[in-house]
């Protein structure tokens, strides 16, 4: 049974910095992607940043390039997103999703039907 627990969410002034964590646990898969999501009051949940896990590979949405940064800890499990120079946009409630993922021609996970998600964690920029 997959588990995921986000952790780091919090209030932040404009131009500051977070970083969420995810802690993963329960897989089975021999290849999985994993991602962050958000849902701001009133949108759609929308996908932020995503990362093949066997292979490192990083995506972004076009909102968040080169401001967050998505990595993982593999000896601990543990899926980060290090979001700096923040928004008033970037609020929402933001969410860590896994799902299996192929070895070759896997695309764009951001893009992905996610198997798996945490309970959320809240970011409020003011």
């Known amino acids: 049974h997959v588990q995921l627990v986000e952790s780091g969410g919090g209030s932040v002034q404009a131009g500051g910095s977070l970083r969420l964590s995810c802690a993963a646990s329960?897989?089975?898969?021999?290849?999985?992607?994993m991602g962050w999501f958000r849902q701001a009051p009133g949108k759609e949940r929308e996908g932020v940043a995503a990362?093949?896990?066997?292979?490192?590979?990083?995506y972004y949405d076009r909102t968040v390039k080169g401001r967050f940064t998505i990595s993982q800890d593999n000896a601990k499990n543990t899926l980060y997103l290090q979001m700096n120079s923040l928004k008033l946009e970037d609020s929402g409630l933001y969410y860590c999703?896994?799902?299996?993922?192929?070895?070759?021609?896997?695309?764009?996970?951001?893009?992905?039907?996610?198997?798996?998600w945490g309970q959320g964690t809240q970011v409020t920029v003011s």
């Open positions: 999703a896994a799902v299996e993922c192929p070895l070759v021609n896997w695309g764009d996970p951001l893009t992905y039907e996610y198997k798996y």
């Open positions: 329960g897989y089975t898969y021999s290849s999985y992607c």
């Open positions: 990362i093949h896990v066997t292979y490192g590979s990083k």
